[in-house]
């Protein structure tokens, strides 16, 4: 069972706009710690999408956006396309674990 | 581009040792800005993080791995690498090695390599 709690699945159409939540506690997310997203398409390794909470990467569209707050983060991906059909994982850090590094469980993302 | 690839036996058998290396491109191991990190993913499940090395030596693990890990960095190939010992089953996995950015990306896995799946079979 993971420390940050992610919805198993998330679908929508082409264009539309979904968000993936991630859910964590006092020990993690509402510490200090930064939330980072990742995007993993099939066959692939991760990729980076989000860092420091809501920043992108250079060469990541805009489409992709996420914010922190409290003891939660979410991702929110606006003009659904095919392409971004694959798996979403947030990670931080947990201060009751020594600061160790700590993944949600992810999100499968299906555009219909 | 940083190109980060993964290397090692893609079956291991119960009770012995995992040995992957992971050889990194373009990118010194050296580098003051970069740890380097080892993440899994059991066929089916999510991400689990293994460990962390930077490479003056300095290591962080995962609690519940941490008997079992041991990470080094090799300077003169400019490769970093993992050995996990006592694997059963519950090791198989897709294996990841990455890049950790300390100033850029907020500490974030901003490389990674395409991962390469060890199997603990008899």
């Known amino acids: 069972q993971s420390v940050l709690t992610q919805p198993p699945s998330v679908s929508g159409a082409p264009g539309q706009r979904v968000t993936i939540s991630c859910t964590g506690g006092?020990?993690?997310?509402?510490?200090?710690?930064?939330v980072h997203w990742y995007q993993h398409l099939q066959g692939l390794g991760p990729k980076l999408l989000i860092y420091?909470?809501?920043i992108r990467p250079s060469g990541v569209p805009d489409r992709f956006s996420a914010s922190k707050s409290g003891t939660s983060a979410s991702l929110a991906i606006s003009g659904l396309q095919p392409e971004d059909e694959g798996d979403y994982y947030c990670?931080?850090?947990?201060?009751?674990?020594?600061?160790?590094?700590?993944f949600g469980g992810g999100t499968k993302l299906t555009v219909l | 581009q940083l190109h980060l690839q993964e290397s090692g036996p893609g079956l291991v058998k119960p009770s012995e040792t995992l040995s992957l290396t992971c050889t990194v491109s373009?990118?010194?191991?050296?580098?003051?800005?970069?740890?380097w990190g080892w993440i899994r993913q059991p066929p089916g499940k999510g991400l689990e993080w293994i460990g962390t090395?930077?490479?003056?030596?300095?290591?962080y693990k995962n609690p519940s791995l941490a008997s079992r890990i041991t990470m080094s960095v090799d300077t003169s190939t400019n490769q970093f690498s993992l050995k996990l010992t006592s694997v059963t089953a519950a090791d198989t996995a897709f294996y990841f090695c990455?890049?950790?950015?300390?100033?850029?990306?907020?500490?974030?896995?901003?490389?990674w390599g395409q991962g390469t799946l060890v199997t603990v079979s008899s």
């Open positions: 990670q931080s850090y947990d201060k009751s674990l020594g600061g160790a590094v700590v």
């Open positions: 373009v990118d010194s191991v050296t580098s003051s800005s970069y740890y």
């Open positions: 990455a890049r950790v950015n300390r100033w850029s990306a907020s500490g974030s896995f901003d490389s």
């Open positions: 090395v930077y490479h003056s030596g300095t290591t």
């Open positions: 006092d020990s993690n997310i509402g510490t200090a710690y930064d």
């Open positions: 420091g909470n809501n």
